[in-house]
């Protein structure tokens, strides 16, 4: 099997910062060299099947960019595909506060930062969920179909690019409203319930009394519906091939 140099190079450049970031991948007790290895092993075996790129008339400066724009795209097809995690991180924050856990943070030992509670939970059962249920498989191998609609030194800025990053930003939030939506109804009952109540009681101190009550039904009701969060995760994640490809096309459109 022949391989061209160059061509394994701006593979290896695009899928090392691709994985770069991936939650999993760029995790600081995931080794680095073990990260490398993975891109040179993966462009060592995608790089045969690409046509051959010629860069030997390219000066230094153009080589530089030619560089920069295959990072940029592996960061641009990366961060599409990290979203839902990002959704995670939101809906945990969401679902801390409307349960008065948002003091209690304890440490993220994939970021080494102080980390939510319910987020921290619901970023392993995304992770766990993308493993299990081989769909990082088909992350792998929606972007190594994105070199066919965008080849090596391909890429360009354009308007429909921007609104689609929009519009998919937009459902990170989306996504965390669905995923802390029955835990945000129950914290609004208990406190509409005790909001009367010390109408009724004005002698109870209903502040105090409904820290404990709020807490156990929220955690209750989070467990249960630990269900249909992933079910939300798991939609998310069958569509990032394909989303990986029209990525590619609007990139190489533009």
Request: charged share 10%; aromatic share 12%; net charge negative.
């Amino acid at each position: 099997m022949e391989i061209d140099f160059y061509n394994w190079f701006l593979v290896f450049v695009r899928m090392g910062a691709f994985f770069l970031a991936l939650p999993f991948f760029s995790a600081v007790n995931f080794p680095a060299t073990m990260r490398v290895a993975l891109a040179a092993l993966a462009a060592l075996l995608l790089a045969p099947q690409l046509p051959p790129f010629a860069i030997s008339h390219l000066d230094l400066l153009t080589l530089f960019g030619l560089v920069a724009r295959e990072i940029a795209i592996g960061l641009l097809f990366g961060f599409f595909a990290r979203m839902v995690f990002f959704a995670t991180d939101i809906a945990g924050v969401i679902i801390a506060n409307e349960i008065g856990l948002s003091m209690g943070s304890i440490m993220d030992p994939t970021s080494r930062q102080p980390e939510q509670v319910p987020g921290l939970i619901l970023f392993f059962l995304a992770t766990i969920t993308m493993l299990s249920l081989d769909l990082h498989h088909g992350l792998l191998l929606g972007f190594a179909k994105s070199f066919d609609v965008l080849p090596l030194g391909d890429g360009h800025l354009s308007s429909a690019l921007f609104e689609t990053m929009v519009a998919r930003t937009s459902q990170i939030f989306v996504i965390a409203l669905q995923i802390s939506a029955p835990v945000m109804a129950v914290s609004f009952c208990i406190t509409v319930f005790f909001a009367v109540l010390s109408r009724a009681v004005p002698q109870m101190n209903v502040f105090s009394e409904s820290f404990g009550i709020k807490i156990a039904a929220g955690l209750v009701v989070f467990g249960f519906t630990l269900q249909i969060a992933a079910q939300y995760i798991v939609n998310h994640l069958q569509r990032l091939p394909d989303d990986l490809i029209g990525l590619g096309q609007m990139l190489h459109g533009g």
